[in-house]
Every structure is written in structure tokens, then in C-alpha cells.
């Protein structure tokens, strides 16, 4: 899970293995909110700072147009985006993504507590190669 060329891998690590915990005790089959209570609680045993369901203004040429939330806003430095579906979509990916635009954050991480082993993806946006 950590790789030392990731950026903030050993952060994304301690995100993952509590959503592992998580899954491991609730397995499948809940609402998404009940998978986000129960990772607060792990992140916070892990003593990992986050920001629950953070909303964010987002802008279109300088111009106010409406809100986001993201699930956690991990340190200031991760967007996490859950999700409890039977599989993840590219709409799920893209929705992560624009999240980390939005909020001018590198890493995301997309995790799916709806199948049987819990997904997880690494998601990158590089903040110096775009075009905003």
C-alpha cells in the first residue's frame, strides 16, 4: 500500500487501513453514510485530521456558480470520496477528480465499500499542468 514515490503515500496508507478495519467489521450491503461514520471513527483512533462532508465554492471564469462537498478532506492534503455501490463507474472517477480541481488538491482517493473486498483507487491531479 505505501510507496515511497506516491505522494503523501504513507497518509493514503493510514486512509486505506481504516477503511479496511471499516470493511472488515461491516463488510457490504450499508448506506454510504454509515460507512462514513464509521471511518471518522477510525480515522480518528488513527489520530488522522479531517474535515467530514467539507464543502467547497466553486468558480467558472472567476465566477461563483455553486458548491461541492467532498466526503473527508483528509490534513488539507487528500480528498476522499466514498462510495457503496456494487461496482464504480467512470462518473464515480470523474466526479473525484473534479474534486480535486475544484478543491486545487494533488491526491484523491475513490474507495467503494459496496463489493465484496473493499476497491480502492489513487487518484493524481497535477495542480502545476493545468489549464485553470
Do not use: P, W
Amino acid at each position: 500500500m505505501i510507496k515511497d514515490e506516491y505522494k503523501h503515500s504513507k497518509l493514503t496508507g493510514s486512509i486505506i487501513g481504516c477503511a479496511m478495519e471499516v470493511h472488515k467489521r461491516l463488510g457490504s450491503g450499508f448506506h454510504e453514510v454509515i460507512y462514513q461514520r464509521a471511518l471518522q471513527i477510525e480515522m480518528e483512533l488513527a489520530g488522522i485530521h479531517f474535515k467530514r462532508e467539507f464543502e467547497m465554492r466553486v468558480y467558472y471564469r472567476d465566477l461563483f456558480i455553486g458548491t461541492q462537498r467532498v466526503d473527508f478532506l483528509v490534513e488539507d492534503l487528500i480528498c476522499v470520496e466514498l462510495k457503496a455501490r456494487s461496482s464504480l463507474e467512470d462518473y464515480h472517477f470523474a466526479q473525484t477528480f473534479g474534486y480535486l480541481k475544484a478543491y486545487k488538491v494533488e491526491i484523491g482517493l475513490l474507495i467503494n465499500f459496496g463489493e465484496k473486498s473493499l476497491k480502492f483507487k489513487r487518484l493524481t491531479y497535477n495542480l502545476y499542468d493545468s489549464n485553470d
